[in-house]
């Protein structure tokens, strides 16, 4: 009897220190995710706006933001994230799980700024026009579409001790297709769209992480399943849609 006790006071006193230490350690990391949020912000904006002027940040276009927070979170597809989410999340209690779930959207945040503010940039540096960018992307993007289709898991390996930044953060969320699409939106509309429609795509991250098990136990597994399935309906016509355009720029297709 008292080494049963000693054995379930052993594991109480194990789950308490590992509680905490989840706490301790997201705290530290959504903290860091926050301050280069903000220094990325001021560097690269203050950068953007060299180079493309004031109207890069004073174009807003409602119709542009919703198309580019549509692609953005069927890209992100932050319902195929739930399973993973809730195996590393599912015993946490909720402040927990809330750390977690904070700390992977300031990561997927930080990402899109990223992303969005440094694509010209990268597209010059690499000599690569945006209609063979357009063209590669939509490829990859088709890729995604089927591999989600298909069920098949974009993350091989998962690190327990960081999952608010991998596999959640990236490569599930924020993964070769959203890069690939951000560097295309950013080039193609005003900076400001990007990332306002970034930061809604970004909010939709967050409320589905939030209230993940309100999800799965209103939707069920298969109807979290069938809606990743849509999701990735969807993101097989923004990239057929990517892939028509640059064959339309290049004089291949016909409208």
């Given at each position: ?20 230490w989840v706490i ?134 998962v690190d327990v ?34 990332l306002m429609g ?58």
């Amino acid at each position: 009897m008292e080494s049963e006790k000693e054995r379930e006071g052993l594991v109480s006193s194990i789950e308490k220190q590992l509680s905490e230490w989840v706490i301790r350690r997201h705290g530290k990391v959504f903290r860091l995710a926050l301050l280069l949020i903000i220094i990325l912000l001021v560097f690269l904006s203050s950068f953007r706006f060299t180079v493309g002027g004031l109207k890069e940040w004073v174009e807003v276009d409602p119709a542009a933001i919703l198309n580019i927070s549509i692609q953005l979170f069927t890209i992100m597809n932050p319902i195929s994230t739930i399973p993973t989410f809730l195996i590393y999340t599912g015993k946490l209690k909720d402040d927990e799980r809330l750390k977690i779930t904070s700390t992977t959207t300031m990561i997927v945040i930080a990402l899109l700024l990223t992303f969005t503010l440094f694509g010209p940039l990268i597209l010059k540096a690499l000599d690569v026009s945006v209609t063979n960018f357009r063209f590669g992307g939509g490829i990859l993007l088709l890729i995604l579409a089927i591999d989600m289709l298909s069920g098949m898991s974009r993350s091989k390996t998962v690190d327990v001790r960081q999952v608010a930044v991998v596999p959640l953060a990236t490569p599930l969320l924020v993964g070769p297709g959203t890069m690939t699409t951000l560097i295309v939106l950013s080039s193609s509309y005003a900076v400001i769209n990007v990332l306002m429609g970034g930061l809604i795509a970004a909010l939709g991250v967050y409320l589905t992480l939030r209230f993940a098990p309100l999800l799965v136990s209103v939707m069920g597994n298969n109807g979290v399943q069938a809606a990743s399935r849509i999701m990735a309906v969807v993101l097989a016509a923004i990239a057929s849609q990517m892939i028509h355009s640059a064959l339309l720029e290049w004089g291949i297709a016909k409208t």
